[in-house]
């Protein structure tokens, strides 16, 4: 699974001009599920997005987690993160995960992140969504489990 991670000071995302998720400070994360992920591999990603520490602490260093800060969690699925790019001029997709597995844990992943912390939004899956962000740093970092 593959969370690309963005520190933002807001961000929003729409669907035919209707917003179906917004945060203030906090997280947007695209989020990509591959053919082998599992339930945990979700769990492991979930656990990263919340500690993983990118928010600056008094004397300006990355030493805060979203955790610590209370920043808002938006949760956008990007099966074209799963792209295999190494060859040729034209992704190739097979290393994303059909649809419906993609659905199910990236479902998994957004449920247990409402069950644990306090603001979380996403996207719709399968949707043509439009986001916007504003990238605070900018901060961004691919992480994978």
């Given at each position: 699974?593959?969370?690309?991670?963005?520190?933002?000071?807001?961000?929003r995302v729409?669907?035919?001009?209707?917003?179906?998720?917004?945060?203030?400070?906090?997280?947007?994360?695209?989020?990509?599920?591959?053919?082998?992920?599992?339930?945990?591999?979700?769990?492991?990603?979930?656990?990263?997005?919340?500690?993983?520490?990118?928010?600056?602490?008094?004397?300006?260093?990355?030493?805060?987690?979203?955790?610590?800060?209370?920043?808002?969690?938006?949760?956008?699925?990007?099966?074209?993160?799963?792209?295999?790019?190494?060859?040729?001029?034209?992704?190739?997709?097979?290393?994303?995960?059909?649809?419906?597995?993609?659905?199910?844990?990236?479902d998994y992943?957004?449920?247990?992140?409402?069950?644990?912390?306090?603001?979380?939004?996403?996207?719709?899956?399968?949707?043509?969504?439009?986001?916007?962000?504003?990238?605070?740093g900018p901060?961004?970092?691919?992480?994978?489990?």
């Open positions: 699974m593959k969370g690309l991670l963005q520190r933002v000071r807001c961000a729409e669907v035919a001009g209707e917003v179906v998720g917004a945060i203030d400070q906090g997280l947007l994360v695209l989020v990509a599920v591959e053919p082998e992920d599992t339930r945990a591999s979700a769990d492991k990603l979930l656990n990263k997005l919340l500690n993983y520490r990118v928010f600056s602490d008094a004397e300006g260093k990355m030493n805060l987690s979203l955790a610590d800060v209370g920043g808002g969690l938006l949760l956008v699925s990007q099966f074209t993160l799963a792209a295999d790019t190494k060859s040729g001029l034209r992704p190739s997709f097979s290393t994303a995960a059909p649809p419906a597995l993609g659905e199910e844990l990236f992943l957004l449920g247990k992140a409402k069950q644990v912390h306090g603001t979380v939004a996403s996207g719709r899956f399968g949707a043509d969504m439009q986001v916007h962000l504003v990238n605070d901060v961004t970092f691919l992480l994978q489990t």
